[in-house]
């Protein structure tokens, strides 16, 4: 309605007024139509938390059946290892492990090779130039053998001859080995440091003076004695029920069947115990409790978005919708009517301690929960395993690519469409409407404005003749 302020110019009407009053009236019509479309906005939205819950219930209810080629036995036997001294190590368990008790007892830790030059005034004294190779290789029986393909080259020239360039280079080249100097009482020292633990990862140094090392003889120019502040490469060493066993590294998987160990400490002649036991139940009640916080979710989320409040007057944005009711409905039946099946007294949830409160909620009853499993684990596990195999086929109805609500939300959004289309048509029609307005109160402008000079002029013939009878 722009331009509407000129009209009334010749006939001193508050034409424009009258104009933008009667286009209001007109355009009623199209406020109705946005009402409908922020309603239908807000259902869209409204079906989309829906779907959300009873996906997230779907997902909960998947999570209960055991997967591809898996028994639900296996997918819910853990194994669960303990150490009774935690000072001389830590121990976890996977599939494969055997329930029993073992004694641990550990002489030695693994420890990687440490190396630690003569002492020098300061990290920045000059050392001769040339190329250093670190070897890395296997010290058994007192023989070594490198291993070719650890070999490590540093060049050392005129631009990093020092002992602090050394050890830049040495770990710029990321080799297997970590230099640092340390300055002490003596002066600076360079410590070179193998990556890896135990007697496969000894270092052998040659070729550049002042920083040689013979590991089959422990001698040269570098030192791996601790009074020195080296240490020799050392495997761990320890016995389970007796057995001898060695490895490179404090972590020691294979050694005991589905059972990893750390180790912390030694503890020779005072062996202690690893217990691995089996639990079939731990990981069944938290996957049946997600369960049950999965669908209180859901069922609160279908009450809100249902819901009619009679004091406010203020309705969910689905009240009234059959999608409520019916998946309301749905999952009712679903909890009340799916059983273990067989001959168990364990037939439903709520026979294993899951049932509605007063309040609509799933609530778990633990201890009857743990009689169940108890008295008829088999049962119990049938029940959890079509439990989930219920929901998520039942759900995949309503949030599955073809679903109710997927339908419903495509329904919506062609009502959307067509409420687009009625906007175009109103628009046009209301602009030929203000323009039709528009024409006729130009033309009543101009005869008002006419008359009203019709009228000054007579007014002013009818003065003069006035003035010319007085005279």
Do not use: C
Not at 142 to 155: A, F, K
Not at 389 to 398: G, I, W
Not at 435 to 453: N, S
């Amino acid at each position: 309605m722009a331009g509407v302020t000129s009209l009334g110019v010749g006939s001193g009407l508050d034409l424009a007024g009258i104009l933008k009053g009667l286009m209001q009236v007109e355009q009623q019509p199209l406020i109705n139509l946005q009402r409908k479309e922020a309603s239908y906005q807000a259902r869209i939205s409204a079906l989309g938390s829906l779907k959300g819950a009873l996906s997230a219930l779907q997902s909960s209810a998947s999570a209960l059946l055991p997967g591809s080629g898996q028994t639900a036995a296996e997918k819910y036997t853990s194994f669960l290892a303990t150490v009774a001294d935690t000072n001389v190590a830590t121990a976890s368990a996977a599939s494969g492990a055997v329930a029993g008790v073992y004694a641990l007892e550990v002489t030695s830790l693994a420890q990687s090779h440490r190396l630690v030059s003569s002492p020098f005034a300061s990290a920045n004294d000059t050392i001769a130039t040339g190329t250093l190779t670190i070897d890395f290789g296997t010290l058994v029986g007192g023989v070594y053998t490198p291993d070719s393909s650890r070999q490590l080259e540093i060049t050392i020239d005129s631009s990093n001859n020092t002992l602090a360039g050394l050890r830049d280079a040495i770990n710029a080249a990321k080799g297997g080995v970590t230099a640092t100097i340390i300055t002490g009482t003596a002066g600076a020292r360079l410590v070179l440091t193998s990556d890896h633990s135990g007697t496969e990862n000894v270092m052998q140094l040659s070729g550049l003076t002042g920083f040689d090392f013979d590991p089959q003889t422990a001698t040269g120019s570098m030192s791996q004695d601790a009074a020195q502040g080296g240490r020799a490469a050392q495997n761990a060493a320890l016995t389970l029920n007796g057995i001898a066993i060695t490895s490179s590294t404090n972590t020691i998987s294979g050694a005991l069947d589905g059972v990893t160990l750390t180790l912390k400490a030694t503890n020779a002649g005072n062996p202690t115990n690893i217990t691995v036991k089996k639990d079939t139940t731990t990981a069944l009640k938290a996957n049946l409790n997600a369960f049950v916080k999965s669908l209180n979710e859901a069922v609160s989320t279908i009450a809100n978005l249902g819901a009619y409040n009679p004091e406010t007057k203020e309705s969910g944005p689905l009240q009234g919708q059959a999608v409520i009711r019916t998946t309301q409905a749905q999952l009712r039946n679903l909890v009340f009517n799916t059983t273990a099946g067989g001959n168990t007294q364990f037939q439903r949830l709520a026979d294993i301690g899951i049932a509605f409160s007063k309040e609509g909620q799933l609530v778990v009853d633990g201890a009857k929960l743990d009689r169940a499993l108890e008295n008829d684990y088999d049962a119990v596990l049938r029940l959890t395993t079509n439990i989930g195999e219920a929901f998520k086929n039942s759900l995949d109805s309503v949030v599955g690519t073809g679903g109710t609500i997927n339908n419903l939300t495509d329904s919506v959004n062609r009502m959307i469409k067509d409420l687009d289309s009625q906007r175009t048509i109103l628009n046009q029609r209301l602009a030929s409407i203000e323009e039709r307005y528009r024409k006729q109160f130009t033309a009543l402008d101009t005869l008002v404005a006419g008359m009203k000079d019709t009228s000054n002029y007579l007014a002013q013939q009818l003065a003069s003749l006035q003035s010319w009878s007085n005279r």
